[in-house]
């Protein structure tokens, strides 16, 4: 049997999601904002510390790297702070993107203490950027346990068996 409840978000869902999606939003969205007018010197040294993490990105012009910084903030900013994107998109986004920032805090010589992951003076710019993991992480299971994440059951029409004849 296929289930057909409804998986809008109620008022008191959204209500709960709001602070999350608004400060987080609007932090992100600031953020890439900044980064849509960084000379390519800037954006060399984001590079360089991204590279640490992902070295497919030192193939990338530095300007070219710095834009694409800024959509992507910008982007998920923006999915956070828009109410018609569903929470669990808005919660991935942002749990991909801050994946991200931390797998290049963890992989980047001096910005944690060796054999450690308490961040040096360097890296507390980056370290505080968990509490991003953890608000997508969040925003993914309000979603899932209250109804925003469909399963191939519920989004998928597969035909109903037909009554076997006896």
Known sequence: MNDTSSTAPTVTDRLRRLPLRLATGAFILNSGIGKLSLDDE?????????????????????????????????????????????????????????????????????????????????GIPVAKDSWMLGIGTSLLIDAALSGGMRTRRTCCRTAEPADSAE
């Open 42 to 122: 800037a954006a060399a040294g984001l590079q360089g510390m991204a590279a640490n993490a992902f070295p497919a990105v030192r193939q990338v012009r530095p300007g070219l790297f710095g834009k694409a910084l800024a959509v992507a903030e910008i982007g998920v900013g923006s999915a956070l702070l828009a109410p018609w994107v569903p929470t669990a998109v808005a919660g991935a986004a942002l749990t991909a993107f801050s994946s991200g920032l931390l797998t290049m805090y963890v992989r980047t010589p001096g910005m944690h203490e060796d054999g450690s992951l308490r961040p040096t003076q360097q």
